[in-house]
């Protein structure tokens, strides 16, 4: 079946702008995880979403980052203001369930600010 | 302290070698310890969770140390396509999210 699939898979932008990075989870997956990989590091965690609300944002950097999940399918990450410092690879992840269900990770959409 | 910390490597090994990763973590209320596999360039994808008792899939084993809080990964015969980083992974107590080390790098040479 599908996995997870994330648009765009590459964003660059200019530094001040505004980007919206979409997920859209694998189908009947009720708990979606955000992620953030920055070169040569592992994967940050930034937000995890049971249906549609965020059960746990503590990873989310500062208040110009937020996502979205209305419907409690697909999710919409937003990031105000973009820095450099903002470049990396944003991972979405879905699982069945909350808890210990295997996070299956869509390709990323990797973001350039110049 | 980091969290999760491995050796970044790369270990570059010879086909049908014998390699193994190491991974400690901080947290000794951890839950659940996982291996993931990162081609370049791709996104992570579990390669097997690891459990108390130790664990073996194929040509791959991971075993859990909870007394020394670490973690290891042992591949046999290592094949061409083995080559990814390697990521040690484990889910803090009261989380569902994933911390993740920085990787493991391995490189099958022929």
């Known amino acids: 079946g599908a996995g997870v699939s994330q648009t765009p898979s590459n964003k660059v932008t200019e530094k001040g702008k505004y980007v919206e990075l979409r997920c859209d989870p694998i189908?009947?997956?009720?708990?979606l995880y955000w992620y953030r990989q920055s070169l040569g590091q592992g994967p940050e965690f930034l937000i995890y979403?049971?249906?549609?609300?965020?059960?746990?944002d503590s990873g989310l950097p500062n208040d110009r980052f937020f996502a979205v999940r209305p419907e409690g399918s697909v999710s919409t990450l937003k990031i105000q203001r973009t820095e450099r410092g903002d470049s990396a690879v944003y991972l979405c992840a879905s699982s069945l369930t909350q808890g210990r269900d295997t996070q299956y990770f869509g390709p990323g959409t990797r973001l350039t600010v110049l | 302290r980091k969290e999760v910390e491995q050796d970044p490597g790369p270990f570059n090994v010879p086909e049908g070698a014998t390699v193994a990763f190491n991974c400690t973590y901080s947290n000794s209320a951890s839950q659940s310890f996982f291996w993931y596999r990162q081609d370049c360039r791709k996104e992570p994808k579990l390669l097997m969770s690891v459990y108390s008792s130790g664990n073996e899939d194929g040509r791959f084993t991971a075993q859990l140390n909870r007394a020394s809080q670490y973690i290891s990964l042992l591949i046999r015969d290592s094949k061409l396509s083995d080559s990814a980083t390697y990521l040690c992974v484990v889910n803090p107590p009261g989380s569902y999210q994933l911390t993740f080390g920085k990787g493991t790098k391995l490189s099958v040479i022929p």
């Open positions: 979403f049971q249906g549609t609300g965020a059960a746990d």
């Open positions: 189908s009947g997956h009720t708990a």
